[in-house]
């Protein structure tokens, strides 16, 4: 039904910066909040970074003031600026989104394949 695919992640040194990107696709009739997720070994997966269709965004502490979310509606498309990187950003990063696949329909959260960001020391 619905298709999250992220690109955009890969091997940086500290200091450094990556974009990654996720684009929905399948049957979406709207797509309400977007997000960003990561997950590092041995450890829970945590919320990075979420944005509303209007615009408003989420941040945890550790990313804010580095980390940037946005969206493009037109496109289903959701995006993290990640700069000022630190090997404690290293982890797979999953984004998500809460579709609505009709008018009618409850809206379910859909995740894409996740992709990994490695940050050297």
């Known amino acids: 039904q619905v298709q999250l695919v992220e690109s955009g992640g890969g091997l940086v040194q500290a200091g450094g910066s990556l974009r990654l990107s996720c684009a929905a696709s399948?049957?979406?009739?709207?797509?309400?909040?977007m997000g960003w997720y990561r997950q590092a070994p041995g450890k829970q997966r945590e919320l990075v970074a979420s944005?509303?269709?209007?615009?408003?965004?989420y941040y945890a502490d550790s990313v804010k003031g580095r980390f940037t979310i946005s969206r493009d509606n037109a496109k289903n498309t959701v995006y993290l600026q990640m700069n000022s990187l630190k090997p404690e950003d290293t982890a797979v990063y999953y984004c998500?989104?809460?579709?609505?696949?009709?008018?009618?329909?409850?809206?379910?959260?859909?995740w894409g394949q996740g992709t990994q960001v490695t940050v050297s020391s």
């Open positions: 998500n989104a809460d579709v609505k696949t009709s008018r009618w329909s409850r809206s379910e959260r859909y």
């Open positions: 399948g049957t979406i009739f709207s797509i309400n909040v």
């Open positions: 944005i509303t269709s209007g615009g408003s965004t």
